[in-house]
């Protein structure tokens, strides 16, 4: 589903015009990006959790030269799927 096409669902199920819907998503989206970036959890209960791992530097081997090459530590976003999703997938 592309955003267009869940923009859309999203104004059916909610009532709402197009605009107002894309407004919507999108102060979602950027709500959700701005709480990662301080590193704090986003538990939505019966859906899942986003959350923040840190992931440690490490060496790695590029596969085409066998030579080793130093990765760097990041933050990775992670997603935990809530026992309703689960449920509602299966």
């Known amino acids: ?7 859309e669902a999203i104004a059916d199920k909610a009532g709402l015009t197009k605009s107002d819907a894309t407004k919507a998503l ?4 950027a709500t959700i990006t701005e709480t ?6 986003i538990p939505l209960v019966g859906f899942g959790t986003f959350a923040v791992s840190k992931r440690a530097a490490r060496e790695g081997r590029n596969p085409r ?3 080793t090459v130093k990765i760097a530590a990041r933050n990775a ?3 935990k799927a809530g026992s309703a999703l689960k449920d509602a997938v299966n």
């Open 1 to 7: 589903m592309k955003k267009v096409e869940l923009v």
């Open 26 to 29: 999108d102060a979602m989206i």
């Open 77 to 79: 976003v992670t997603f």
């Open 36 to 41: 990662l970036a301080k590193g704090d959890k």
């Open 65 to 67: 030269t066998g030579e």
